[in-house]
C-alpha cells in the first residue's frame, strides 16, 4: 500500500470527515428547527419557510 501525496486524504480520513460534516449539518438543522418551533407549532412548510427567512436563503433542505 503507497503513502497518499501530502493534500490527499485516506480513505478511513475521507469517511471521518464526511461523518463529521454530515452530523455538522443535522445539528445546525436540528437547532434552526427548534428556534422555529420556539413560539407555537408550525407545519413543515411553515418551518422551511422560518429557516429559510432566519439564514436568509442560504440553507434549503427537502421536507
Given at each position: 500500500?503507497?503513502?497518499?501525496?501530502?493534500?490527499?486524504?485516506?480513505?478511513?480520513?475521507?469517511?471521518?470527515?464526511?461523518?463529521?460534516?454530515?452530523?455538522?449539518?443535522?445539528?445546525?438543522?436540528?437547532?434552526?428547527?427548534?428556534?422555529?418551533?420556539?413560539?407555537?407549532?408550525?407545519?413543515?412548510?411553515?418551518?422551511?419557510?422560518?429557516?429559510?427567512?432566519?439564514?436568509?436563503?442560504n440553507l434549503q433542505f427537502d421536507v
Open positions: 500500500m503507497s503513502e497518499p501525496e501530502p493534500h490527499e486524504l485516506t480513505a478511513y480520513e475521507a469517511v471521518t470527515a464526511n461523518s463529521w460534516a454530515q452530523t455538522h449539518k443535522k445539528t445546525a438543522l436540528m437547532k434552526l428547527i427548534l428556534l422555529a418551533l420556539h413560539e407555537a407549532p408550525a407545519w413543515s412548510s411553515t418551518i422551511k419557510s422560518a429557516i429559510a427567512e432566519m439564514t436568509g436563503g
